[in-house]
């Protein structure tokens, strides 16, 4: 454990400094300067118009970082790190559980995480929020999300991971079974 936290330590320590007060000020209107506009209120029914086709789903983060790996910049060298984790698969009780525990430790520099079995299509994995305010961000109440989902029994052989950083970059792995089972 004091050996996790000396090179989170590290890490942390060798992020980029702090941007200047006013560089850093700027970010944001620069980030929202290029999101995508916010969906349209009609005027006879006071109801959110649906964002157009081609507007990102995601909005760019502040990078800065605080210390509590909530940013991208303090959660990609740890998930680079540690990628041989994002995934285990586990038989038990007659189903094959997927867990995804390690990604979601890390979630608050996410904004998404996609799973795809077998070579199937991606499919968004739900992530509790980050609880931002506290002092464990990352904490996993398991209040709102699993941590695995079941699925029939040895019929999960490869799975694709594709993450996406709040900075909007995006890092995909794809793990064999017998490579991410756990006893």
Known sequence: MIDLLLILTAIANGAPPAQPAAQ???APVAA???AAPPPAM???SGQMAPAPADAPKYRAESQVPTGKFTTATEVRPILDATRANWVAVREYDGKDLVYLTHLLSWRCGLVAIQVGLNGGP???WPMEECHEGTGSPNALTGDATLIYHSYPPSS???ITVEITYDDL??????FDRNGAMIP
């Open 24 to 26: 850093a000020a700027a």
């Open 32 to 34: 929202a300067a290029t």
């Open 42 to 44: 009609t005027a006879s």
């Open 122 to 124: 991606l499919e968004d």
């Open 156 to 158: 999960v052989q490869t």
């Open 169 to 174: 970059t995006a890092d995909t792995a794809t």
